[in-house]
Structures are given as structure tokens and as C-alpha cells.
């Protein structure tokens, strides 16, 4: 049975804001999935007695809005301090359930819109005309969403939404429920990390390893890729073992770097270093579907000797059915 994450964020928070560009990574490294759940946290304040920052003294206020900043360029997420900040968020709370049923696939990018909305374009967000264009840049329906914001059902499930939320007892956002147990706040993402580690027994898949380093790299589809062959300044890296060359047929120009020598070949320092990998040029690695190649995308990108390294999505297979040029091994 799959596992599943409760994320109950608050759209006003910061903190939230840096959760919500790394939760769905996180639990995929497990294989967990994410319920994402809107609320207001203003009214669990009224329950808590927790202030907001406007409540604060000042010495406090001061370090929280310098610990804003600081928590998103940690995670390497941009932030603009907003103007009006708190500011009211029922209207994306209620689009968000909305799109929740009406449209699911669609639910997580409008959050992910509003925030950016919020904390990279300074803007107010519980106005509907700018929810309104958030969402038209996904292509939501205007008025569908903006009758979602007026209507007294999505009212009462943000209602029903808050009470669940004060019956476990979460005073913050953003607040993580795992099998009954909770973690609060961003910074306790590693926290939560491990606790999924253990009730992962301790196990991570291929699969996983390689959704979270697709989720990381660049991909490029064999039509950008065969365009890109005429450039001087692109490298293609084949990462296939000899054996898949010989029978399946090879890019003509590639490099051949087995996927165990790669990290070798690539650092100036190795005694195995290989003068065709130099910073100044783009690279586009390839295997036979994409899944070695987008692990060694990763690491390369972890190395930092590569500047411009991407992979080719659907691997060579994918080239050679589009009608990508494939020559012999000799």
C-alpha cells in the first residue's frame, strides 16, 4: 500500500513556500505520496494564542524577516519579501480545493503559482483578478475558478480543512503528518527524512533514485538534441556499455564514456581525466532510456566541473525512433 505525506501549509508562511518546492522530491525519494492541504492559519493563531509577525517584538520580528531570506536561498528558492505580508489567502485556499476535485493534476502547479505570486512577484494574492491570471497561466477556466472562490461549499471545506488541522493539534505551518506523527517546520524536513527512511526499512529503489535526479537535470528530446549536433561547442557522451554499442548501433561524433569512468574522466585532478571534457562546452549524455543517464546528470552537476550538462530524455532508444542519424560500432 502506498504511504502518504500530510502537508498542511499555509500560503502567507515563508516557510511553507520553501516546503512546498521540496516535499513531493522528498517523499519520492521513499516512495510516499503527498496530500497537499491548504489552511488558514491566522484562525489556528486565534486558537494557539501564537502571534504573527506583526505581534512580535521587534528584536524577534527583525531576525524572522532576515531568516526568510535566509531559509529560501538555503534551498536555492528565490525570495522578495512581500509588501503586504501577512496577507489574507482564503481565495487560493478555496481555488486550491477546488482544484483538488475538479482538476487534480492541475492543483499542486497553482500552488506552486500562487506562492511564486506571493514571494518572487509581490503580489496580493486574495484579489480574484490575480488569481484569476494565475491561473490562466495554466490554462483554468476564469470563471470556474472564480465562481470556486464564491461558493459556500469550498468555504466550508477550508472550515472543515482548519478544524481537522486544530484536532491534531498543529499550530504552524508548514506541519508534515507521517502515520499519525508530526514535524514542524521547514527545517525539520531532515527530520522528517529520516523518519521516512526507517519506515522505508532503510531501502531506496532504482526507480526513486532516478525520479529524484530527473526531477533535478535538464532533458533535452532527440529533435532539440539532433539540432544541437551541428553546434560546435556540444559534446554527445554515450554511456552504454561496449556490448549495447556493438548491437544496437551508435550516435556518430558521440563520446564513449562507460558509466563507471565518467566521474573519473571528468575531473581535472583524476589521474583519469580526459581532455575532451573542458567547462566551456555543453554536454548531452545519453544511455539506452534515460535512467543511467539522468544519475550521471546528477552527479556531474554535484561535481560542478560541467557548467552545461544535460541529458537526452527517452535515451537512445527514443533518438532512434524519432529517425535520429545511428551509425555501427566498429
Not at 499555509?10 to 503527498?34: K, M, Q, W
Not at 518572487?120 to 475558478?145: C, H, M, Q, S, Y
Request: with cysteine; net charge neutral; aromatic share 12%.
Amino acid at each position: 500500500m502506498q504511504r502518504n505525506i500530510d502537508f498542511y501549509f499555509d500560503f502567507t508562511s515563508p516557510y511553507s513556500y520553501v516546503a512546498s518546492g521540496h516535499i513531493e522530491t522528498l517523499a519520492a525519494r521513499y516512495e510516499f505520496t503527498v496530500t497537499w492541504k491548504p489552511i488558514l492559519l491566522g484562525f489556528i493563531f486565534r486558537t494557539t494564542g501564537g502571534p504573527a509577525i506583526t505581534g512580535m517584538h521587534p528584536w524577534k520580528a527583525r531576525y524572522a524577516l532576515a531568516d526568510f531570506e535566509r531559509n529560501a536561498r538555503h534551498h536555492g528558492m528565490p525570495y522578495r519579501h512581500p509588501t503586504q505580508f501577512p496577507q489574507a489567502t482564503q481565495h487560493p485556499v478555496r481555488a486550491t480545493l477546488w482544484l483538488q476535485q475538479a482538476q487534480p493534476e492541475l492543483a499542486v502547479p497553482f500552488v506552486r503559482e500562487v506562492y511564486r505570486a506571493i514571494f518572487v512577484e509581490d503580489k496580493v494574492v486574495n484579489e480574484p483578478e490575480t488569481l484569476a491570471a494565475i491561473g490562466e497561466t495554466l490554462a483554468i477556466d476564469r470563471e470556474a475558478l472564480l465562481g470556486a472562490i464564491k461558493a459556500p461549499a469550498f468555504k466550508e471545506a477550508s472550515a472543515r480543512l482548519n478544524a481537522e488541522a486544530e484536532a491534531l493539534e498543529i499550530f504552524g505551518a508548514p506541519t508534515f503528518v507521517v502515520e499519525g506523527e508530526r514535524f514542524w517546520g521547514s527545517d525539520r524536513m531532515a527530520h522528517l527524512e529520516q523518519r521516512l527512511r526507517e519506515l522505508a526499512g532503510g531501502k531506496r529503489s532504482v526507480k526513486s533514485l532516478v525520479d529524484e535526479a530527473s526531477a533535478r537535470v535538464r532533458a533535452v528530446s532527440p529533435e532539440q538534441a539532433m539540432g544541437m549536433r551541428v553546434r560546435e561547442d556540444v559534446v554527445f557522451v554515450d554511456l552504454r556499455d561496449v556490448r549495447e554499442l556493438k548491437r544496437e548501433g551508435i550516435i556518430p561524433g558521440a563520446v564513449h564514456a562507460p558509466r563507471g569512468m565518467l566521474e573519473f574522466w571528468v575531473d581535472p585532478s583524476s589521474p583519469y581525466y580526459k581532455q575532451v571534457f573542458t567547462p566551456d562546452k555543453t554536454y548531452v549524455l545519453f544511455c539506452a532510456a534515460a535512467w543511467r543517464s539522468a544519475l550521471a546528470c546528477a552527479t556531474m552537476m554535484d561535481m560542478g566541473f560541467l557548467p552545461d550538462v544535460m541529458h537526452l530524455e527517452g535515451g537512445f532508444e527514443a533518438w532512434r525512433k524519432a529517425g535520429g542519424e545511428v551509425g555501427r560500432k566498429e
